[in-house]
């Protein structure tokens, strides 16, 4: 029994310790459209307010689209995610839902169709997020986990596929 009240002690003191270490539903509902407006309306000023400078991107989606090796950053830096964002073009992302959220991570499943084919392209996104200067309420996001149907994205920007024949029996 005493090791079990030890317990309770220690972690009340180590919570007390760290206030608001975890993303509250706001900072999250927050981070979420920041996201949005990052691929939607892409503007710098928002990228360097909520970008931390250590942000990397990982997406196997884009990354096969791009040609660039599958497990490898595909943005490793907030200046190339920077630099990317804005020569693209809009892209109309909406969020579907807000999957979950645990401490410093949120999970969401989101959708839009543009260009030529205008086909719907979802995908799920995880953002990780890291205090500002330790500051109360001051989140940043400092990676991001993205993957998407990326044959839809790539009909939709004009390019094609071919399938492979299918096996006959």
């Known amino acids: 029994m005493r090791f079990s009240a030890a317990i309770v002690l220690v972690a009340g003191v180590l919570a007390a310790a760290v206030p608001n270490a975890c993303l509250s539903p706001s900072d999250a509902d927050s981070l979420v459209k920041v996201y949005r407006d990052l691929i939607a309306a892409y503007d710098p000023a928002v990228a360097d307010k909520y970008l931390a400078d250590n942000f990397i991107e990982y997406s196997d989606s884009i990354n096969i689209l791009a040609g ?46 543009f260009g030529q084919a205008a086909k719907s392209v979802r995908g799920i996104t995880v953002i990780t997020a890291a205090k500002k200067d330790g500051a109360k309420g001051c989140w940043k996001i400092s990676r991001l986990d993205v993957e998407f149907n990326s044959i839809a994205w790539l009909e939709d920007e004009g390019g094609s596929y071919q399938l492979p024949p299918r096996p006959t029996a």
């Open 68 to 113: 660039m090796p599958l497990g490898s950053p595909t943005f490793p830096s907030k200046d190339v995610f920077k630099q990317v964002q804005s020569v693209n073009p809009p892209f109309p992302l909406a969020v579907e839902k807000v999957t979950g959220v645990a401490c410093n991570t949120i999970s969401l499943i989101w959708s839009g169709a």
